[in-house]
Nanobody
Framework: QVKLVQSGGGLVQPGESLTLSCAPS????????TEWYRQAPGKQRELVAT???????TYIDAVKGRFTASRGSAKNTILLQMNSRRSDDTAVYYC?????????WGQGTQVTVSA
């Protein structure tokens, strides 16, 4: 069964940049919508950013101007570039992709912002 494989998480210092990547493990139909979520310790999972096939994006206020969702060079690969990281960005980040067959979740990747 195809799933989304995430990479790029880790420990960063406040203010540093980090890019997360999310790519399918096999061949899937093109995604018409992709989403990035995060779940901080003790909190519910929240939607952080969306990216439509048109290129349109949306962001929550907390990351607007700092995070950028985009497509990678490989088919169905999506990226989340995170600049000016803050301690409250610490969370497990998840991607999700939608195509006409349904949706696919990534396994999650930990991002920790700490001095």
């Amino acid at each position: 069964q195809v799933k989304l494989v995430q990479s790029g998480g880790g420990l960063v210092q406040p203010g540093e940049s980090l890019t997360l990547s999310c790519a399918p493990s096999g061949n899937v139909l093109s995604f018409y919508r992709t989403e990035w979520y995060r779940q901080a310790p003790g909190k519910q999972r929240e939607l952080v950013a969306t990216l439509e096939s048109s290129g349109a994006t949306t962001y929550i206020d907390a990351v607007k101007g700092r995070f950028t969702a985009s497509r990678g060079s490989a088919k169905n690969t999506i990226l989340l570039q995170m600049n000016s990281r803050r301690s409250d960005d610490t969370a497990v980040y998840y991607c999700r992709g939608f195509n006409t067959r349904g949706y696919f979740w990534g396994q999650g990747t930990q991002v920790t912002v700490s001095a």
